[in-house]
């Protein structure tokens, strides 16, 4: 019986060394490299500066939401949506016969007093005339007390005035006016119904002319003052392009995006009306500076060119677009334009190179040109 069992003991030293042998001959399992997809673009020629777009959305020149200044029950309303108006055009009116009792008694409170002060002027005037004839007859205190009443009427009427044109001005806000020549856009009460002051009662917009607000990234907003041939082109006219011009660049970056807004105008076309809310794309063009030969030097992206910490120049990853390899490679850069910087030196037209994640590339790591990429 023992026999056997020190037998199976001698046995399972065997096997273990066996098993062992076994691993250590067995090749390791190598991972698959994994191949990242990249943003990149295929650098091009900008001989005239950008033609990239900037989307916007139109508004009015001019946009006001109107009220009375005066408060009652409306009896004309005669303006719809969609209306154009003149300069000067009743838009509505409130019954005006409260206001025109108070400029009524405003009126005859000033006419009495301008009565009064006339009656003080002269009783000022005999009692000074008989202190001068015949001092013993008067006094000098009874010539001040007719002095002051006169003042004391004078001022009053200076009071009612101010009355009367308050009463006045209260007549002529009964009537709501356009302050320009627009279109009625949107109405806010019905006819008949009683308004409070200050309350919104119909909203006005001048669309002759049109402007657009852009964001404009911050690497680019100096460039904007000396942007040429501004066009602009609204998705509801896909083919009219119109002429605008730069009327203000705003002078604080948003805090989540980094851009500037920049506000273009344009007149109203003719043909076409271009309404508030259309969304549409500008672009423009800035002339390049330096010569001619810089001038048809390859344009990328500012993102594209870095300096590596070990480095002092400026580098580009060009991706071989057969073997999706990236390559680390010295350019020499030129001038900015709108749409990014030249390359005067290191690349040629037609070659592949990252936009976005350089500093987290490789020499030799291979990549997939994203598909969502476009060429500039």
Same mark, same amino acid.
């Given at each position: 019986?023992?026999?056997? $069992?020190?037998?199976?003991? $001698?046995?399972?030293?065997?096997?273990?060394?066996?098993?062992?042998?076994?691993?250590?001959?067995?090749?390791?399992?190598?991972?698959?490299?994994?191949?990242?997809?990249?943003?990149?673009?295929?650098?091009?020629?900008?001989?005239?500066? =950008?033609?990239?777009?900037?989307?916007?959305?139109?508004?009015?020149?001019?946009?006001?939401?109107?009220?009375?200044?005066?408060?009652?029950?409306?009896?004309?309303?005669?303006?719809?949506?969609?209306? $154009?108006?003149?300069?000067?055009?009743?838009?509505?009116?409130?019954?005006?016969?409260?206001?025109?009792?108070?400029?009524?008694?405003?009126?005859?409170?000033?006419?009495?007093?301008?009565?009064?002060?006339?009656?003080?002027?002269?009783?000022?005037?005999?009692?000074?005339?008989?202190?001068?004839?015949?001092? +013993?007859?008067?006094?000098?205190?009874?010539?001040?007390?007719?002095?002051?009443?006169?003042?004391?009427?004078?001022?009053?009427?200076?009071?009612?005035?101010?009355?009367?044109?308050?009463?006045?001005?209260?007549?002529?806000?009964?009537?709501?006016?356009?302050?320009?020549?627009?279109?009625?856009?949107?109405?806010?009460?019905?006819?008949?119904?009683?308004?409070?002051?200050?309350?919104?009662?119909? $909203?006005?917009?001048?669309?002759?002319?049109?402007?657009?607000?852009?964001?404009?990234?911050?690497?680019?907003? =100096?460039?904007?003052?000396?942007?040429?041939?501004?066009?602009?082109?609204? !998705? =509801?006219?896909?083919?009219?392009?119109?002429?605008?011009?730069?009327?203000?660049?705003?002078?604080?970056?948003?805090?989540?995006?980094?851009?500037?807004?920049?506000?273009?105008?344009?007149?109203?076309?003719?043909?076409?009306?271009?309404?508030?809310?259309?969304?549409?794309?500008?672009? +423009?063009?800035?002339?390049?500076?330096?010569?001619?030969?810089? =001038?048809?030097?390859?344009?990328?992206?500012?993102?594209?060119?870095?300096?590596?910490?070990?480095?002092?120049? !400026?580098?580009?990853?060009?991706?071989?677009?057969?073997?999706?390899?990236?390559?680390?490679?010295?350019?020499?850069?030129?001038?900015?334009?709108?749409?990014?910087?030249?390359?005067?030196?290191?690349?040629?037209?037609?070659?592949?190179?990252?936009?976005? +994640?350089?500093?987290?590339?490789?020499?030799?790591?291979?990549?997939?040109?994203?598909?969502?990429?476009?060429?500039?």
């Amino acid at each position: 019986m023992s026999k056997p $069992r020190m037998s199976r003991y $001698r046995v399972l030293p065997v096997l273990l060394m066996a098993l062992g042998l076994y691993s250590c001959t067995e090749e390791p399992v190598q991972e698959k490299e994994q191949i990242r997809p990249v943003r990149a673009i295929q650098v091009s020629v900008q001989a005239q500066g =950008s033609g990239r777009s900037f989307p916007g959305t139109a508004k009015a020149t001019q946009e006001v939401d109107l009220s009375f200044r005066v408060g009652g029950p409306l009896i004309t309303f005669p303006v719809n949506i969609g209306d $154009r108006v003149k300069t000067g055009d009743v838009l509505a009116s409130i019954d005006p016969r409260d206001y025109e009792v108070e400029l009524d008694n405003a009126q005859g409170q000033l006419n009495r007093a301008e009565a009064n002060a006339k009656r003080a002027q002269a009783d000022y005037d005999r009692e000074l005339n008989i202190l001068a004839q015949d001092a +013993g007859a008067t006094s000098q205190a009874a010539v001040d007390r007719k002095e002051a009443n006169r003042d004391q009427a004078r001022a009053e009427i200076r009071s009612l005035k101010a009355s009367v044109s308050a009463a006045k001005d209260k007549l002529r806000y009964t009537k709501l006016k356009a302050p320009y020549d627009g279109v009625v856009v949107n109405t806010f009460v019905e006819n008949f119904e009683t308004v409070l002051p200050r309350k919104k009662i119909v $909203r006005v917009l001048d669309d002759s002319w049109i402007e657009m607000i852009v964001n404009i990234p911050e690497n680019l907003i =100096s460039l904007v003052p000396d942007v040429k041939d501004i066009r602009v082109r609204f !998705d =509801s006219y896909p083919d009219h392009s119109l002429e605008a011009t730069v009327k203000e660049i705003g002078k604080e970056a948003s805090k989540t995006t980094r851009t500037y807004p920049v506000t273009l105008i344009m007149e109203q076309p003719e043909d076409i009306k271009i309404l508030p809310g259309m969304a549409g794309t500008a672009t +423009g063009t800035l002339p390049v500076s330096g010569t001619d030969d810089q =001038s048809e030097k390859p344009v990328v992206p500012i993102g594209a060119v870095f300096t590596p910490d070990t480095q002092k120049q !400026d580098h580009v990853w060009v991706i071989d677009e057969k073997s999706g390899g990236v390559e680390l490679r010295v350019v020499k850069t030129g001038n900015l334009t709108p749409s990014g910087i030249q390359v005067i030196d290191g690349l040629e037209i037609g070659e592949w190179i990252a936009i976005a +994640g350089v500093h987290t590339l490789r020499e030799g790591q291979k990549v997939r040109i994203d598909s969502t990429i476009i060429k500039e």
